[in-house]
């Protein structure tokens, strides 16, 4: 086996690993967010493990935001009305 075939043998296995972990933690918040912290503090991607887990079972919308306040944390409380309304604010007020 090359060197290059086991790297990827590695990473796969790393991977899948990862999803089931992520799996494994869903039922829990408080663990779930640490993990996913661990996650993207090791500069691993965090969506497409997502991906891969919700392919067994849909992320839920609390899920999708804790993941969001992860990997993009000043896009996460950021939804299409609040950016209006904060907006329409900065207008009233200058």
Not at 9 to 33: G, I, M, S, T, Y
Not at 42 to 56: D, F, G, H, L, Q
């Amino acid at each position: 086996m090359s060197r290059k075939q086991s790297r990827e043998r590695k990473r796969r296995a790393l991977f899948d690993a990862l999803v089931l972990e992520f799996n494994r933690l869903r039922q829990e918040p408080e663990d779930f967010q640490v993990f996913l912290k661990r996650l993207s503090a090791s500069n691993t991607e965090v969506w497409p493990i997502a991906e891969a887990a919700a392919a067994k079972w849909p992320l839920t919308d609390c899920e999708q935001a804790m993941i969001c306040r992860v990997v993009a944390p000043h896009l996460a409380s950021k939804t299409p009305g609040s950016v209006t309304r904060r907006r329409a604010v900065g207008e009233q007020v200058g």
